[in-house]
């Protein structure tokens, strides 16, 4: 089930410069896990040491912020697009 | 200084938009995210839109544009043939000047535009900052009328 996910630019040298990467899985966990077992410089980009979305990465399926869904359970499918983009934030 | 500063253009309804919002969300910070041309991989300082965001931090110290608004803003951004260019954030007591924070969070977008808009006095002071490799230069703002 080959899910399309689009990695903003400094997060490409840690997939060998891809800026978007074919994955597997059911869930956007699923897909995180993929990518990170082939591209593990990704692993601490995208989740923190609880398992959990990263705190200032924004990850969407389909255009929806997968927060306001089931975070890292929420379900994907064939065809669909996960897209992170680093947080605007600061103080 | 090993980077470029474009001049901030904006006209006066976007000044406004972006000071309004700002105090329309006090106490707290508020936030917001610029769209513009890019050429040459650098915006050329016009403003196409200034977007006022949600802030999702709902912090009087800290600000995160809501993720929602960021991914909107983008294709918009992208309908247009632009990009999204810059931020603007309030800081409600201090100077409008980047924070620790701001400088570490501004890593991932170095191209972009980081606009501070201090509300500290009776008067509100607008500045415009590149932040590169955690260096700060200030922009020149030009209003158009």
Request: charged fraction near 25%; proline fraction near 6%; charge should be negative.
């Amino acid at each position: 089930m080959p899910i399309e996910v689009r990695l903003p630019t400094l997060l490409r040298p840690h997939a060998d410069g891809a800026a978007s990467v074919s994955a597997t899985g059911a869930t956007v966990g699923d897909v995180f896990a993929d990518l990170t077992a082939r591209y593990p410089g990704l692993s601490d980009q995208l989740v923190d040491e609880s398992g959990s979305i990263h705190k200032f990465v924004n990850v969407y399926r389909n255009d929806d912020d997968v927060r306001y869904l089931d975070q890292l359970d929420t379900k994907v499918t064939d065809g669909d697009v996960v897209a992170i983009l680093p947080a605007v934030a600061g103080g | 200084m090993g980077f470029a500063s474009p001049t901030l253009r904006l006209t006066e309804d976007q000044y406004r938009t972006i000071v309004g919002h700002c105090y329309d969300g006090l106490p707290n910070e508020a936030c917001g995210l610029l769209v513009g041309p890019v050429s040459n991989g650098e915006p050329s300082g016009a403003v196409s839109e200034a977007r006022p965001c949600r802030n999702e931090a709902a912090s009087a110290l800290t600000y995160r544009v809501d993720g929602r608004d960021q991914i909107a803003a983008m294709r918009a951004a992208e309908a247009r043939g632009d990009e999204i260019v810059g931020c603007w954030h309030s800081h409600t007591h201090t100077d409008a000047y980047p924070s620790p924070t701001d400088v570490e969070q501004a890593t991932w977008y170095p191209e972009w535009v980081y606009v501070l808009v201090s509300l500290r006095d009776d008067e509100p002071v607008l500045r415009a900052y590149r932040i590169r490799d955690e260096v700060i230069a200030e922009c020149r703002v030009v209003l158009d009328r």
